[in-house]
């Protein structure tokens, strides 16, 4: 398994600039690219990943997505005076030529074709290119948005063609529509492009029609394939157009996605195609803000852990809306669409858009928004103290793991076994506090848990795993001792019989219970929730109750600590555990506990690599679950909205 962050920059991308005034093209300057090397390099990641040199794009590669004549354009301006430069931008939206636009702009190229050779040789896991000029927004034959060459685009198309890879996913997360990429993959079933951009009804550049939900493909991307390909996407290769420019201060996409968001994409984005994962950098136009998000997807990458996302965790309702318009759109095309009721949305839509523009009071709507002004020093006062406050808790990635029955080699590298606990110490420590919890002959069961959790309490590392014969008492006593530490609020998942169900009412603890029975004792509550699933033996059903259920609701928690644990009876397959460790990883700075009963020995296995985040647990092609299990979700989402917002997903359901 390929190990590693690729990571590529190459200074001459730094030689483009505007050469004359356009208050439309100056944001788009060669420090985004020198100042976001430098930040990594300040945080010490450039040190920790793979360099890999750019080069120049042939072509033939160019030829793969764009017109000779466009090509031939390009090629033109290297040897052409200020006048005539000027002259050949103005024939496109958005776009300023240098006399190394070209050599940049076949760089740029070339460093993307670079990293998806890196990771399909196997050569590293994922990594970054850091290009100029950007490519989302270049066409056939055109350049826009200070695009000339669609970067990404190329680099599909020559993966498929080098790789015979037969679906890439490409995922734009840049504050504009990619139309370019769209326009090159509509009637292309082996690209998936997703998109999202800030759009405000066809108001915000590039103010096209076509970048609404309802452009779902065309042709053979749309009729051809609607089986086979777009009913079960598993990608091989993820290719992100990562711009930045919804990014906080940003004076182009004025909206306020602070660093630690782009974390948290990078690391869902990572459970697909095996980790196969080549990020290629868009926009994003305040510098500091720009480098620190930079920062943030590199260390995701690399395997840190992911920082917790600050703030009130409820979407707003807008959102909401748009996520619910996009399902509806595709709900021909995607099959584990079809059991929703979506029909009435789109009127529904305009009218809350109609509503909100009567009601809208630009006085508040400024005092909503105070660090999104373009007041670029007041953003970086606030991301100074804020990235301090990110990045200064979090604890190296470091494992503890049960050391005494097993060998060195059974664990993934780099993790640190650790002793039992004296044994007169697990009693004096139990006697007291967990007494009630625990019997005599079972208390010496409890002693690596002890050891284990304090570290991760501590901070010494960032997760572990313990062996117990008892995984749900060393759970419930783990549960009380964090709390009893003083953390506010602990996540535990619990997949299995769960004899003993500790007491959630105080809210420091929320217990999700996976199990294939309804527990008969106690009935779901807001921090107890019992939830019954038998995963299907063909394949990972599970998939939708993590993304549909218990995601949300842990995201709405925000736990400092997660527990997981595996008692007897579990229903869940070793992947689909695996998946939702791995995804958990995103909670909580990456601290997670792992309790397993000591008879599993190949989960425990697996649960420790997802934990030291180096391999990416597959869990192969998406099984749409059964009406029944989309009903019990939709049942279950209905029960808890009210509670953990971050489950609402109908803008009926918020009212
Ligand atoms: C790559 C990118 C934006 C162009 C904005 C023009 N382009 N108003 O972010
Ligand atoms: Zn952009």
Same mark, same amino acid.
């Given at each position: ?27 788009? /300057? #060669?420090? !985004?690219?020198? @100042?976001?090397? %430098?930040? *990594?390099?300040?945080?010490? =990641?450039?040190?920790?990943? &793979?360099? /890999? #040199?750019? !080069?120049?794009? @042939?072509?033939? %590669?160019? *030829?793969?997505?764009?017109? =000779?004549?466009?090509?031939? &354009? ?9 006048? %005539? ?571």
């Amino acid at each position: 398994m390929a190990s590693g962050t690729a990571l590529i920059y190459d200074e001459e991308m730094t030689t483009h600039k505007l050469l004359w005034s356009d208050p439309i093209c100056d944001i788009e /300057v #060669p420090e !985004r690219l020198s @100042s976001s090397y %430098e930040q *990594l390099r300040s945080y010490h =990641l450039v040190e920790r990943c &793979v360099p /890999v #040199p750019a !080069r120049e794009g @042939s072509e033939e %590669e160019i *030829l793969l997505v764009h017109s =000779l004549e466009h090509l031939e &354009v390009a090629k033109s301006t290297q040897t052409m005076n200020e006048e %005539e430069l000027k002259r050949v931008s103005k024939n496109y939206d958005a776009f300023f030529f240098h006399p190394s636009t070209y050599r940049c702009a076949r760089l740029a190229v070339g460093a993307a074709l670079q990293l998806v050779d890196a990771v399909m040789a196997g050569k590293v896991h994922n990594g970054m290119a850091l290009v100029r000029p950007p490519g989302h927004h270049s066409q056939r034959n055109a350049a826009n948005g200070f695009c000339l060459f669609n970067n990404v685009a190329i680099a599909a198309e020559y993966a498929k063609l080098k790789y015979g890879l037969q679906r890439i996913l490409i995922v734009d997360w840049d504050v504009h529509h990619g139309q370019g990429t769209q326009y090159i993959f509509e009637e292309d079933p082996s690209v998936l492009y997703f998109s999202w951009h800030r759009y405000e009804h066809q108001e915000f550049w590039p103010s096209l029609r076509e970048s609404d939900y309802d452009a779902v493909g065309l042709g053979k991307g749309k009729g051809f394939n609607v089986n086979l390909p777009w009913n079960k996407f598993d990608p091989e290769l993820v290719i992100v157009s990562s711009g930045y420019d919804s990014g906080i201060g940003d004076p182009e996409g004025q909206m306020n996605a602070t660093p630690e968001v782009f974390a948290h994409l990078t690391h869902f984005l990572m459970q697909l195609a095996n980790g196969k994962l080549c990020v290629i950098l868009e926009g994003g136009y305040h510098l500091k803000s720009l480098g620190e998000s930079v920062c943030m997807t590199v260390k995701t990458l690399l395997g840190d852990p992911v920082p917790q996302i600050t703030g009130e965790m409820a979407p707003c309702l807008s959102a909401v809306e748009s996520i619910q318009n996009v399902r509806a759109a595709h709900k021909p095309y995607w099959k584990w669409l079809a059991y929703e009721d979506t029909s009435f949305l789109q009127n529904l839509s305009t009218k809350s858009h109609l509503l909100k523009k009567a009601n809208s009071n630009p006085s508040t709507e400024d005092e909503s928004q105070i660090t999104n002004n373009n007041n670029t020093v007041k953003v970086e006062r606030f991301l100074e103290l804020h990235m301090k406050n990110i990045l200064l808790p979090m604890p190296p990635i470091k494992t503890a793991a049960t050391g005494s029955e097993v060998s060195e080699h059974f664990f993934p590298e780099h993790v640190q076994l650790v002793k039992e606990m004296d044994k007169t110490e697990i009693k004096a420590l139990v006697s007291g506090f967990y007494a009630d919890l625990v019997k005599e002959e079972t208390l010496l069961s409890l002693g690596s848990m002890f050891v284990i959790l304090d570290k991760i309490l501590k901070k010494e590392v960032c997760n572990g795993i313990a062996a117990s014969p008892t995984a749900a008492l060393s759970a419930a006593v783990a549960l009380r001792h964090s709390v009893r530490f003083g953390l506010q609020r602990v996540l535990c998942v619990f997949v299995g019989d769960m004899q003993m169900i500790p007491n959630t009412e105080d809210g420091k603890m929320l217990v999700i219970n996976i199990c294939e029975k309804e527990q008969s004792r106690k009935t779901s509550c807001k921090h107890y929730i019992s939830l019954n699933w038998k995963e299907d033996a063909e394949g990972n059903d599970f998939f939708s109750a993590v993304l549909g259920f218990i995601l949300p609701v842990a995201y709405s928690y925000q736990p400092n600590l997660t527990v997981i644990a595996v008692g007897p009876n579990r229903s869940l397959g070793i992947s689909g555990i695996s998946l939702l460790v791995a995804l958990l990883r995103g909670l909580a700075e990456s601290r997670i506990f792992a309790v397993i009963e000591d008879t599993e020995i190949s989960l425990m296995q697996s649960i420790a690599k997802a934990l030291v985040g180096a391999s990416t647990p597959p869990f192969g092609i998406y099984v749409p679950p059964t009406q029944e299990k989309v009903n019990k979700i939709k049942a279950l989402r209905d029960q808890f909205q009210q509670e953990w917002k971050m489950l609402q997903c109908s803008v009926k359901d918020g009212i």
